[in-house]
């Protein structure tokens, strides 16, 4: 069915990335590329200016381990570490790479996000290829 597909994820409890997986496997044509990539949010300056020195540096490449060993799920997978705000940033990467599928887990939302987690609503809302959401 799909050829290029994004599999975003988190490192928390409220998000469950084997099942994405199972998806995306599922969704994949013979030969199919995944990308699991993360989305690091931006820090504000002020709390930058904070930090001790090398702490953001040290962080990134945690993040980077965590993401190749989470890849390790799907056949082939590379990984990205993507820099933004997580809704837009996964919209703006599938624009960019050519992505036909994102498959992305949600948590279970409040009331003000009625029936999806605000960064799935963004992405079902505003992805030009097709989003598989997971809860």
Do not use: W
Not at 8 to 27: G, I, N, T
Not at 91 to 96: D, G, K, L, T
């Amino acid at each position: 069915m799909y050829k290029n597909i994004l599999v975003p994820v988190l490192f928390d409890d409220e998000h469950d990335s084997q099942m994405s997986y199972k998806a995306a496997r599922a969704l994949a044509d013979d030969g199919a590329k995944f990308t699991v990539a993360h989305v690091v949010e931006p820090i504000p300056s002020f709390v930058r200016a904070e930090m001790p020195t090398g702490l953001l540096e040290t962080k990134r490449d945690e993040l980077k381990q965590m993401l190749a060993h989470a890849a390790k799920a799907l056949p082939g997978a590379v990984t990205e570490l993507i820099s933004g705000h997580a809704g837009s940033a996964i919209v703006n990467y599938a624009s960019e790479n050519e992505i036909d599928c994102i498959v992305l887990a949600s948590h279970k939302p409040g009331f003000e996000n009625l029936f999806l987690g605000s960064t799935a609503s963004r992405v079902v809302r505003h992805a030009k290829c097709s989003v598989h959401v997971i809860r």
